[in-house]
């Protein structure tokens, strides 16, 4: 059925090309990038994260991070720092919504304690890095709008401006891999003066499931202050059959630990 | 006591390795084990001349935080253990603890754990009334936030749709340790811990009991909780020839938390209602925390709070948070090295007492972290019941951990 789905909007996107404003092109191809990757309904996966500064140096995360597919709103996710040791059993817990803002609780191994912060802040580095927590965020269709920008062979560019006057960007420039479930290959970042800040390149790709491709690598380059940060993803299971109560707060507070 | 006290444990880790065996047969899915050390050297400088004969300035100490887990079936079976050991100057500083030892299983909308575990609720930052769960290790920080581990079986059902309800069975009561005579931060008389009774005639075996129920709904998470059994706090009680009766009370505290997040808004409350056979009383603090957040673009968070105390015990209640109002910044850099700093000053609204207080972190290399805290009392008013044995006690803080 989704297969049949799938093809009925690849049809629609390519064969109505002409009939179509920029816009509607653009958030068509959103929205069959999304419908490429629906149904993977829960992963796990090992992040390395690896922060270069503009003089080469390097410093080193390790997380865990726990998803969970929701389809009528956006996904569920839990992060858990394995490294550095004095914020191992660091976690966070967010439920993404399609329209408004996330909800984000943070457990303090120390203490125990599980406190609820503001999401409020899009823009801000993720631990130090040059990823912004909303690069990071489940990448859902309603938080931008779009206008698609020209397709060279199998690579299609689309711009997308991001819906919430918080985001740190006035728009990005996405690339999709058509011929290869609309996987993205590269992003641009522009920031809000709508000058270059961050290049975000995927590879090491590998198809998961037969249908769900994930890259290995993230790579994201700062071009204003030349830092970088590496992203490593190994371990990716699909099979874990994780359910609603692996995201719970009760389960943040048994992962951190 | 002691004798039971060990029994106890062992009894325990018995039944504890039992469940784990069964477990072990059963499930042939692989276990993860941790073990984990952090060593810290820490120095305490007051100051000021001592109030007390016997009192020391400079307190150099060692502290050590070993730690191991083993968990299997995915991590929803596990056995978790924190212990912790303290030698400092101050005898009564020098002590040792078992935080955490608990045997932990979750399976679908239900989690148990059996053990010594630390539990912790509540919302805002500058006092923690809510929480109740565990015992104070009074003389290992001011704040009040380090824990002795509490022995429990607890249950928590969590729902989607309903929250989460938590039942507490405490078979045993932790008292609460106070400075030897060394020490600063203490009474003109040594308080010691095993002067201090128990109302209850099964003195720290009262059987006791607690409640929580917690949800969650759009911008708002509350709490509501109950406990029954021996106070966390000693109560003080003075007879006609001046005379000091202390001892832990049979008290009923209901607790409520609530926090509203509204986009940089974080909206606090916590309040209690206690009654004991000699003593009922309400208390609550409430306020709000304002986060500017990535101003300079560089990840520069700082973050404004102000929440006001009341306490209706007055001059008898143990931290002096009264009626009194707490002002603070929170200052996160957001740095490879998770540098961040809390300042605060909480400001007594009758009387002239100001305690001002600092917090700083910094991650050095890869294993090592450094802190930085001050605390100084300023001008404490001669008619403050407790602080005013403090005033001379303005100390910093240098500690350096090390992670293994």
């Given at each position: 059925m989704k297969k049949i789905i799938l093809s009925f909007v690849a049809i629609a996107v390519f064969g109505s090309a002409f009939a179509q404003s920029p816009e509607e092109k653009g958030l068509e191809i959103a929205k069959a990038a999304e419908l490429a990757d629906i149904g993977f309904k829960s992963s796990t996966v090992n992040i390395k994260m690896t922060l270069k500064n503009k003089n080469g140096q390097t410093s080193e995360r390790l997380l865990t991070t726990k998803t969970f597919e929701l389809n009528e709103d956006g996904d569920k996710s839990l992060i858990v720092f394995n490294s550095p040791r004095d914020v191992k059993g660091t976690a966070t817990l967010t439920f993404t919504h399609k329209k408004g803002s996330d909800d984000q609780w943070l457990f303090l191994p120390s203490i125990k304690r599980v406190k609820r912060i503001s999401s409020n802040n899009k823009s801000g580095p993720f631990v130090g890095s040059e990823f912004a927590y909303e690069d990071l965020s489940s990448q859902e269709v309603e938080k931008y709008t779009y206008k698609f920008i020209e397709a060279k062979g199998n690579l299609i560019t689309v711009e997308q401006d991001p819906?919430?006057?918080?985001?740190?960007?006035t728009r990005r420039l996405v690339t999709y891999n058509k011929d290869k479930g609309y996987r993205m290959e590269k992003v641009e970042f522009y920031d809000r003066k709508n000058s270059l800040l961050k290049t975000l390149t995927y590879s090491e790709y590998k198809l998961y499931k037969n249908k769900f491709w994930r890259a290995g690598v993230f790579k994201m380059s700062?071009?204003?202050?030349n830092k970088q940060t590496t992203l490593e993803f190994t371990?990716?299971?699909?099979?874990?059959?994780?359910?609603?109560?692996?995201?719970?707060q009760t389960a943040l507070k048994r992962a951190g630990k | 006591m002691k004798i039971k006290r060990v029994l106890f444990f062992s009894m325990f880790l018995l039944i504890v390795s039992g469940l784990h065996l069964s477990a072990q047969t059963k499930k042939k899915k692989k276990t993860v084990q941790e073990f984990e050390l952090e060593v810290e050297g820490e120095y305490r400088y007051f100051y000021k001349d001592a109030q007390f004969n016997g009192q020391k300035s400079q307190f150099p100490a060692l502290a050590f935080t070993p730690k191991y887990t083993v968990e299997w079936d995915k991590g929803r079976e596990s056995i978790n253990f924190t212990g912790f050991v303290r030698f400092d100057i101050d005898n009564k500083r020098s002590h040792w603890d078992v935080r955490e030892l608990y045997y932990q299983k979750a399976k679908g909308k239900w989690e148990l754990n059996i053990g010594l575990k630390k539990v912790y609720w509540g919302v805002t930052e500058s006092n923690h009334l809510v929480d109740i769960i565990n015992q104070t290790d009074q003389v290992e920080s001011f704040d009040g936030e380090e824990k002795l581990g509490q022995p429990m079986v607890q249950f928590t059902w969590s729902t989607e749709n309903f929250g989460s309800l938590d039942f507490f069975y405490l078979p045993y009561h932790r008292k609460r340790e106070f400075s030897g005579a060394k020490g600063r931060l203490r009474f003109p008389v040594l308080l010691e811990k095993e002067a201090i009774s128990y109302?209850?005639?099964?003195?720290?075996?009262?059987q006791d009991v607690a409640i929580r129920w917690s949800h969650y709904m759009g911008a708002f998470d509350v709490g509501v909780s109950h406990f029954y059994g021996n106070g966390r706090e000693p109560l003080f009680e003075f007879n006609q020839q001046g005379e000091i009766n202390a001892f832990y009370p049979v008290i009923n505290q209901t607790g409520v938390d609530l926090q509203v997040t509204h986009n940089a808004f974080l909206w606090k409350l916590e309040s209690i209602y206690r009654t004991a056979k000699t003593q009922d009383f309400f208390a609550i603090v409430a306020g709000v925390e304002y986060t500017f957040s990535n101003i300079d673009s560089n990840g520069l968070d700082i973050g404004v709070i102000g929440e006001y105390l009341y306490d209706e015990r007055d001059d008898l209640a143990l931290n002096s948070l009264q009626n009194d109002l707490f002002i603070g910044s929170r200052i996160a850099f957001n740095d490879t090295k998770d540098t961040s700093i809390l300042i605060g000053g909480i400001l007594d609204l009758e009387k002239t007492s100001k305690i001002f207080s600092i917090e700083a972190s910094r991650r050095i290399g890869t294993s090592w972290k450094a802190e930085i805290e001050a605390r100084i009392f300023n001008s404490i008013d001669n008619k403050e019941f407790i602080l005013t044995n403090f005033k001379e006690d303005s100390f910093v803080k240098f500690s350096i951990s090390k992670f293994f």
């Open positions: 819906v919430d006057p918080k985001s740190g960007y700062n071009k204003q202050s371990e990716y299971d699909f099979d874990a059959e994780l359910t609603e109560e692996d995201f719970s | 109302q209850s005639n099964a003195e720290e075996w009262r």
